[in-house]
C-alpha cells in the first residue's frame, strides 16, 4: 500500500513553468514505478510521464517531450514534474500514479495507486 498526495498546482499563464509534487507514504518509495496522468473536463485520462524504480528510466507523452522533465527521490519519497514552457492545452488535473509491476508504464490501467490529482490551469 502506498499514499499519494499532490500539490504544486496553480494557475499560470502561456509560457510559465511550474513544478509539481508527488509525497508517498506507506510502502517503501523505491518499491514503485511512478507515472503521472492527467485528466482535462471531459476529456479521458491521459499519460503524461513515467519513471523507473531508481530514476533510471523515464517515458513521455509526444506533446510533453522536450517540455516537461519527471524525476524522483527515493531517499524523499517524492516524485517530481517539472513543466515548462506550458500551454492553454495542458490544463488538466494531473494525477500522480504508482505501481510495483511497471509492465505497462503508459496505461493508466497499469498503475495501482492514484492521488486525489492537483489542478493546472494554463490561461492567460
Known amino acids: 500500500q502506498v499514499q499519494l498526495v499532490e500539490s504544486g498546482g496553480g494557475l499560470v499563464q502561456p509560457g510559465d513553468s511550474l513544478r509539481l509534487s508527488c509525497a508517498a507514504s506507506?510502502?517503501?518509495?523505491?518499491?514503485?514505478?511512478m507515472g503521472w496522468f492527467r485528466q482535462a473536463p471531459g476529456k479521458e485520462r491521459e499519460f503524461v510521464a513515467a519513471?523507473?524504480?531508481?530514476?533510471?528510466?523515464?517515458y513521455y507523452a509526444n506533446s510533453v517531450k522536450g517540455r516537461f522533465t519527471i524525476s524522483r527521490d527515493n531517499a524523499r519519497s517524492t516524485m517530481y514534474l517539472q513543466m515548462h514552457s506550458l500551454k492553454p492545452e495542458d490544463t488538466a488535473v494531473y494525477y500522480c500514479?504508482?505501481?510495483?509491476?511497471?509492465?505497462?508504464?503508459?496505461?493508466?490501467?497499469?498503475?495501482?495507486?492514484w492521488g486525489q490529482g492537483t489542478q493546472v490551469t494554463v490561461s492567460s
Open positions: 500514479s504508482a505501481t510495483l509491476s511497471g509492465r505497462d508504464p503508459t496505461k493508466s490501467h497499469g498503475y495501482d495507486y
Open positions: 506507506g510502502r517503501t518509495f523505491s518499491s514503485f514505478f
Open positions: 519513471v523507473s524504480w531508481g530514476g533510471g528510466a523515464t
